[in-house]
């Protein structure tokens, strides 16, 4: 049985001319919008639905997809709130220290020390690095930077990342 990620999902139309507005959920919008890719369309209660990238842009937070013979709004409006796919075979190989964002969430935080701080529920991009919001039992989201100083090592296998939390980035006082 083909195993399947999640890309992004359609939000809305863009334009009257077969646009979809995206929000990613990738690593590589790059590589997996580029014109000649093929995502899988996922639909309640629809067969998945194959479609070839004809062209990809940024706008604000979305990325802006057309697909080839989807020419007009009318051809893409069904298309709303799907999720695209890609199949988990067409990932491509990483370099050591990247991680796809399927291997990170679900992940338990342990401090140098051995203590569990919680776990990754999800994965921000605000800008020049990632940030992972570790969940916390009674306590707010913890904000870790993915940066080297404070991800000191993750353990896919073992599903276990360690951290070393700098001065100051944990007010419990509140």
Do not use: C
Not at 6 to 18: A, D, E, R, W
Not at 65 to 78: A, G, P, Q, R, Y
Not at 116 to 142: C, M, T
């Amino acid at each position: 049985m083909v195993e399947y990620l999640n890309v992004g999902k359609i939000v809305n139309t863009q334009g009257i001319k077969g646009e979809v507005r995206i929000i990613s959920q990738t690593d590589f919008p790059e590589l997996r919008y580029k014109k000649g890719s093929v995502l899988t369309l996922f639909q309640d209660g629809k067969k998945p639905v194959q479609l070839v990238i004809k062209s990809h842009r940024k706008h604000k937070n979305f990325d802006i997809v057309s697909f080839e013979e989807h020419l007009s709004i009318n051809d893409v409006e069904k298309y709303r709130d799907g999720i695209l796919k890609i199949e988990k075979d067409q990932v491509g190989e990483l370099e050591d220290n990247e991680f796809y964002y399927h291997e990170i969430i679900g992940l338990k935080v342990f401090d140098e020390a051995g203590t569990e701080l919680g776990k990754i529920k999800e994965i921000l991009s605000p800008g020049a690095n990632d940030v992972w919001v570790v969940q916390r039992v009674k306590k707010k989201d913890l904000l870790l930077p993915y940066i080297e100083s404070v991800v000191k090592k993750v353990d896919v296998a073992n599903g276990q990342v360690v951290v070393e939390i700098p001065e100051g980035l944990i007010d419990d006082e509140d």
